[in-house]
């Protein structure tokens, strides 16, 4: 199945990305928890996902930030949904097996 000209294995990974986004940016605490570099990441992945859908092109690079982002924010004390991991690991084999 194809959708705008990618799989539907890219269209999956996309919606889980930006339904986690969503996840983790209504869930953050008060304080900063993340170093600069990771804020600035993430302020510019907040910006895109409402601007360009994710895609096999940018997927596996917004899925590497929002990993980075849930990990820290659970390091914080936030709690991630329990499908987190899992719906990473289906990026990952995008990003290494091509699915």
């Known amino acids: 199945m194809k959708i705008d000209g990618a ?3 890219a269209w999956k990974c996309g919606a889980t990305i930006g ?5 983790v940016a209504s ?7 993340l170093d600069p570099a990771l804020r600035r990441r993430v302020d ?3 910006s895109a996902v409402g601007v360009e859908p994710t895609t096999h092109a940018n ?3 917004c899925g590497e930030v929002l990993w ?9 004390g936030g709690m ?3 499908n987190f991991p ?5 990026v990952a084999l995008v990003r290494f097996d091509g699915r």
């Open 86 to 90: 899992p719906r990473f690991r289906e």
């Open 80 to 82: 991630l949904p329990v």
């Open 27 to 33: 869930c953050e605490t008060s304080r900063d928890y």
């Open 19 to 23: 339904a986690a986004t969503l996840v």
């Open 59 to 61: 997927g596996v690079e």
């Open 7 to 9: 799989s539907s294995s």
């Open 68 to 76: 980075s982002w849930g990990n820290e924010f659970a390091l914080a």
């Open 44 to 46: 510019e992945l907040k």
